[in-house]
């Protein structure tokens, strides 16, 4: 397996061993041991199946009181995922980082607790799965404006199909009572 950071620092791709031959393939798409000794030390406690159709914009998502950490991948089909620092007090505060996940890449995307998660479907359709960190709360979600121009993503699709909650999603300034804080990593 094979890490690779990306500008936003804990915001990693992850690129599995794909064993393959005529017959097929074979990865592991999670080891806990292999992750932990890469840096993804991380315990996920719920697994997340989502399937949606081109132009579909999943996002912007976080948790506020529990914070989950996300490893994502596309099983089938492709998609622009992307993981935005809402961590008040960061020096990445705001910026975002986005990664092309598909099913013949195999690459995953590992965000760490603190940032906002979203994606858009750039193939006919896309299958996801992702394991969180941290159990899903309803009460405790945050949805962040996907086209918030303070932050700026440049998302390969134009006009998405959006869900009800996704389209009244208030930009990021206005919930900064409700976001994360940085804690910098002691030496």
């Not at 990865?27 to 806990?32: A, D, S």
């Not at 622009?80 to 598909?102: C, E, K, T």
Request: aromatic letters at 10%; a negative charge.
């Amino acid at each position: 397996m094979q890490l690779t950071p990306t500008r936003l620092p804990g915001v990693v791709i992850v690129e599995p061993r794909v064993h393959g031959d005529a017959r097929g393939f074979f990865l592991e798409t999670y080891h806990q041991r292999k992750y932990r000794d890469a840096g993804i030390p991380e315990a996920f406690v719920q697994d997340n199946h989502s399937h949606s159709m081109h132009r579909t914009l999943r996002g912007l998502h976080a948790q506020h009181l529990r914070p989950q950490g996300k490893l994502v991948r596309a099983v089938k089909g492709e998609m622009f995922d992307v993981a935005v620092d809402i961590r008040l007090g960061s020096p990445s505060f705001g910026r975002w980082v986005g990664v092309v996940l598909s099913g013949e890449n195999f690459r995953q995307l590992y965000i760490p607790r603190g940032f906002a998660h979203g994606f858009c479907v750039t193939s006919d359709e896309v299958d996801v799965e992702y394991k969180c960190t941290d159990f899903y709360e309803p009460g405790d979600e945050i949805g962040i404006a996907w086209n918030d121009p303070e932050i700026g993503i440049e998302w390969p699709i134009r006009d998405p199909l959006l869900s009800g909650k996704d389209q009244q999603a208030p930009r990021l300034r206005a919930i900064l009572d409700r976001l994360p804080r940085y804690e910098p990593a002691s030496v």
